[in-house]
């Protein structure tokens, strides 16, 4: 029997910028705290609520034009007094790569990651920015 509070997905910590962009709130250089192939953890204070939606974009911090590595839509799961869980709800295909890669590079045990990646994913695959401007 699964419970409410059961984590489809293993975690991995994860310590990154992150900014998130709601309806009319921006929420920009907060920490993410933990991701896993359903979502991520943002600490901070949040004046989200359940259900709300956003988009998140980790960009790389190494990287000297800070490109986005990753852009995804994301709906809060649960907020609490330390932070924010959001659930990915569609990302494009190079985000879904690089999400792939940072999970299994930072993972404890990588062999049962990547059992994960056979499941199917709870959100939907896009296709990229540069893929649908293509034909221009």
Known sequence: MKTKNA??????D????????????KYIHHTVNNLSLGGLYVKGAFEQQQGDTCTVELSNPDNNQLGIELRARCSV?????????????SMG???????????LYEAEDPMQLGAEFVKAISFELEPDEDDENAGE
Not at 7 to 12: A, E, G, I, Q, S
Not at 93 to 103: D, G, P, R, V
């Open 7 to 12: 984590r489809h997905y293993t975690r991995v």
């Open 14 to 25: 994860f310590q990154r910028d992150v900014h998130l962009y709601f309806d009319g709130k």
């Open 77 to 89: 799961a649960r907020v609490d007094d330390d932070g924010i869980a959001l659930e990915f709800t």
């Open 93 to 103: 295909h190079e985000s879904f790569l690089f999400l792939q890669t940072t999970l």
